[in-house]
């Protein structure tokens, strides 16, 4: 727990853009809120380890957002059913689920055709949301942090030798 969280600081006050951090979080959102064994979290995966994005707070985010998917999956699992039962895509889906990648993409799953929706339409608003989050952090509350006598309290602690090993 205190080395997530010292992972966690370590990358907000690391030298990771804010951008980066964004991007972190946005993909750990989409492959937390989806069905793990989805093979589209395997290209998630790929992206995460091909460009530089932290890695850290992935992981965060992936925990995060696979606690919340329990929660959001009743309502991911009816929106894939509403689409998926849409008349006017009736053709599409049926020319689709006859070619066998898209059979291995698992798209007919109400489950994951909902909870990729949803996670695709709320990534750009929380790519935007998390990039001015850390710019505010770095610009008021990090050096607020660092003159405060928390911050040389918890420098003799559990947290900071947690961070420091990293």
């Not at 530089?52 to 991911?76: C, E, K, Q, W």
């Amino acid at each position: 727990m205190f080395t997530l969280l010292a992972k966690l600081l370590k990358a907000l006050n690391s030298d990771y853009s804010p951008s980066q951090i964004a991007v972190a979080i946005c993909l750990g959102m989409i492959m937390g809120v989806t069905p793990l064994t989805a093979l589209h979290n395997f290209f998630v995966l790929l992206i995460v380890l091909v460009f530089r994005v932290n890695l850290g707070i992935f992981l965060v985010s992936l925990t995060a957002f696979s606690g919340v998917a329990y929660l959001v999956d009743p309502f991911s699992e009816l929106i894939g059913y509403e689409i998926l039962t849409l008349s006017l895509f009736e053709p599409v889906w049926v020319a689709l689920y006859s070619s066998s990648v898209f059979r291995l993409l698992e798209y007919n799953n109400t489950l994951v055709m909902g909870s990729l929706l949803l996670a695709l339409v709320f990534s750009p608003a929380l790519y935007w949301m998390s990039k001015c989050l850390v710019i505010q952090y770095r610009q008021q509350f990090m050096s607020l942090v660092q003159r405060s006598r928390l911050s040389a309290w918890l420098k003799g602690g559990k947290l900071m030798a947690a961070y420091r090993q990293l």
